[in-house]
Nanobody, 115 residues
Framework: QVHLVESGGGLVQAGGSLRLSCAAS????????MGWYRQTPGKQRELVAT???????NYADSVKGRYTISRDNAKNTVNLQMNSLKPEDTAVYYC?????????WGQGTQVTVSS
């Protein structure tokens, strides 16, 4: 069982930045892919960015060039730096982690971007 706890969400004006962090309850050296997803009411959860254990990254087209995902295996965290935020980035952001064949999710953190 892996517990994931997100932090760093909040309210920011359009054009601003936020940095989300997700802390894992076990060493991220043992975790394969980690990622960030987001969800708004009435919509399906969508991929934002993923990062492999080796550091390869993948981004949704809507955030490329604005968001950066990183993982710090020494601190057991995966981070999401979000720049040039837009109102349409408003959502609950969730981190996840693949450990073997199991997928774990955090509880989510709200990001609200005002226009």
């Amino acid at each position: 069982q892996v517990h994931l706890v997100e932090s760093g969400g909040g309210l920011v004006q359009a054009g601003g930045s936020l940095r989300l962090s997700c802390a894992a309850s076990q060493s991220t050296f043992s975790i394969n892919d980690m990622g960030w997803y987001r969800q708004t009411p009435g919509k399906q959860r969508e991929l934002v960015a993923t990062i492999t254990r080796g550091g390869s990254t993948n981004y949704a087209d809507s955030v490329k060039g604005r968001y950066t995902i990183s993982r710090d295996n020494a601190k057991n965290t995966v981070n999401l730096q979000m720049n040039s935020l837009k109102p349409e980035d408003t959502a609950v952001y969730y981190c996840n982690a693949f450990v073997g064949v199991f997928l774990y999710w955090g509880q989510g953190t709200q990001v609200t971007v005002s226009s």
